[in-house]
């Protein structure tokens, strides 16, 4: 059984997968629950998750502390509907038939957690823009 045309994949993308694409994922995983399939990737993973943007969405009640940066593949960008880049620059894969979208954002590595308060909210911001288009039922 495939998966309905109602759940959209989305796959976040940037350099480490250490900050950005961590917190962009796991707000859409939090809003969306399982309405939309969740990916993220760098196109050059760090070893772990930035410990400010852990700290930063554990202030928003979302736990990321287990994750950890994962390599873009050319199967994760198949696999997805709507491709979001954040900085990763010609590195991601482009495939005819996907959306990209690219959202400049700030990078906070090396960042402390008055620096990544407002990028995190910038990506809430934008998730849930992009929720209310690809997925409006799954707002709660």
Not at 45 to 56: I, R, T
Not at 69 to 80: G, H, I, M, R, W
Request: aromatic letters at 4%; charged letters at 25%; one cysteine or more.
């Amino acid at each position: 059984m495939s998966t309905p045309p109602e759940h959209p994949s989305v796959l976040f993308v940037c350099v480490h997968n250490a900050g950005r694409s961590q917190m962009a994922a796991a707000f859409l995983t939090h809003l969306a629950g399982d309405r939309v399939q969740v990916r993220s990737a760098g196109s050059a993973p760090a070893d772990s998750v930035n410990s400010a943007v852990v700290e930063a969405m554990a202030e928003t009640g979302i736990d990321i502390s287990a994750e950890v940066p994962k390599v873009l593949t050319v199967e994760a960008v198949q696999a997805s509907d709507i491709v979001i880049t954040m900085g990763c620059g010609d590195t991601c894969p482009v495939f005819p038939g996907k959306r990209y979208l690219d959202w400049e954002l700030a990078d906070p590595a090396g960042q402390g957690i008055d620096a990544v308060r407002p990028i995190r909210d910038e990506i809430e911001k934008r998730i849930r823009g992009l929720l209310d288009e690809i997925a409006p039922a799954a707002r709660r």
